[in-house]
């Protein structure tokens, strides 16, 4: 059962646009969501997170929004540059116990010149 | 801030060989580690939780005799994949976390484990 899930295995985008990754969860007790960038062969590193009781958090040129009725969540990269390309992670948790991430799929970005 | 250095990057060992990757947190204190292992194109998923001093809690369908986790202390866990063999390979990532609500695990870059 893959309680988190990012449908969208790849996604193309122009440099100066924006690029928009999608999240959805199923688990209602999670209340604390995270992106997570990673390069082929390293860790992932941490962009930004949002807790639930927030519907959105903004971070430079990133900005997490939280539909918690949808159970959805979507980082918005704005404006996209080359640099961003990466695969990008959704983690979810519940902030009880260790708060351990849940990881989605990941969503290949890859932004052209 | 918040960097984690893992050790070895990179090991190519013999079958039956023990391998010991460590995990380092080097400016916070870490209260939780984690351990990872990610398979080719697929997510992290999650093989264990350890915290400083006491066992770790290891998920479902996790060998615990043959994947050691110690958390010695505050800023240092280790695994250790005993009498390793081809079907371990993998890239094994660990992370840390302090005992703060809503704060986020910050990763390592990984060990790939290569066991011929």
Known sequence: ?113 | GAVVSQHPSWVICKSGTSVKIECRSLDFQATTMFWYRQFPKQSLMLMATSNEGSKATYEQGVEKDKFLINHASLTLSTLTVTSAHPEDSSFYICSARTGEVNQPQHFGDGTRLSIL
């Open chain 1, 1 to 113: 059962d893959q309680q988190v899930k990012q449908n969208s295995p790849s996604l193309s985008v122009q440099e100066g646009r924006i690029s928009i990754l999608n999240c959805d969860y199923t688990n209602s007790m999670f209340d604390y969501f995270l992106w997570y960038k990673k390069y082929p062969a390293e860790g992932p590193t941490f962009l930004i997170s949002i807790s639930s009781i927030k519907d959105k958090n903004e971070d430079g040129r990133f900005t997490v929004f939280l539909n918690k009725s949808a159970k959805h969540l979507s980082l918005h990269i704005v404006p996209s540059q080359p640099g961003d390309s990466a695969v990008y992670f959704c983690a979810a948790s519940a902030s009880t116990g260790f708060q351990k991430l849940v990881f989605g799929t990941g969503t290949r970005l890859l932004v052209s010149p």
